[in-house]
T-cell receptor
Framework: EAGVAQSPRYKIIEKRQSVAFWCNPISGHATLYWYQQILGQGPKLLIQFQNNGVVDDSQLPKDRFSAERLKGVDSTLKIQPAKLEDSAVYLC????????????FGQGTRLTVV | AQSVSQHNHHVILSEAASLELGCNYSYGGTVNLFWYVQYPGQHLQLLLKYFSGDPLVKGIKGFEAEFIKSKFSFNLRKPSVQWSDTAEYFCAVSLYQGGKLIFGQGTELSVKP
């Protein structure tokens, strides 16, 4: 089966600019996650969707980050305005199917804010 | 809040050496436990997982992990590492199946040929 697709792979922006990331999960996967992985740290959950509803966004900096999954399939994560500390890899993952307990990860988008 | 701690930030081994990577979590209830691996330039992949039953779980590529409930630990082991095992290893916990993964900070493993 096709994996989780993310784009772009790399992005360099100046601080205070905006940026958007896109994720296409594995077909049929109802649960979608966005994680932030800062260099030297483990991934940290930003937001979890179940179909097109938000399950957990407690760690999403809502003053600058937003995410949507309008049709319960693709998702976008936006940062506006970006700060230097937002430099990180943004990972998308999905889980789905009866009894499926494994989260499948995309390759991530590496964001550098200068 | 729940947390996961990995004991070593960077481990360097020679080929054929034995590996044990430590992982401890802080949560008193039932947990699901995972080890993920990230090879250079690749995405995170599941090595093995524990939900219930036999506390010794076997994963891909000869890896295994043991869940010790009394110690809140889930250490990863491999009897003989290969150069191709060079990667970053992450321990993770979720509180229910399909729930968010709480990751440790990762252990970078370098295997010298």
């Amino acid at each position: 089966e096709a994996g989780v697709a993310q784009s772009p792979r790399y992005k360099i922006i100046e601080k205070r600019q905006s940026v958007a990331f896109w994720c296409n999960p594995i077909s049929g996967h109802a649960t979608l996650y966005w994680y932030q992985q800062i260099l030297g740290q483990g991934p940290k959950l930003l937001i979890q969707f179940q179909n097109n509803g938000v399950v957990d966004d407690s760690q999403l900096p809502k003053d600058r980050f937003s995410a949507e999954r309008l049709k319960g399939v693709d998702s976008t994560l936006k940062i506006q305005p970006a700060k230097l500390e937002d430099s990180a890899v943004y990972l998308c993952a999905s889980i789905g199917g009866q009894g499926n307990t494994e989260a499948f990860f995309g390759q991530g988008t590496r964001l550098t804010v200068v | 809040a729940q947390s996961v701690s990995q004991h070593n930030h960077h481990v360097i081994l020679s080929e054929a050496a034995s590996l044990e990577l430590g992982c401890n979590y802080s949560y008193g209830g039932t947990v699901n436990l995972f080890w993920y691996v990230q090879y250079p330039g690749q995405h995170l992949q599941l090595l093995l997982k524990y939900f219930s039953g036999d506390p010794l779980v076997k994963g891909i590529k000869g890896f295994e992990a043991e869940f010790i409930k009394s110690k809140f630990s889930f250490n990863l082991r491999k009897p003989s590492v290969q150069w191709s095992d060079t990667a970053e290893y992450f321990c993770a916990v979720s509180l229910y199946q399909g729930g968010k993964l709480i990751f440790g900070q990762g252990t970078e493993l370098s295997v010298k040929p």
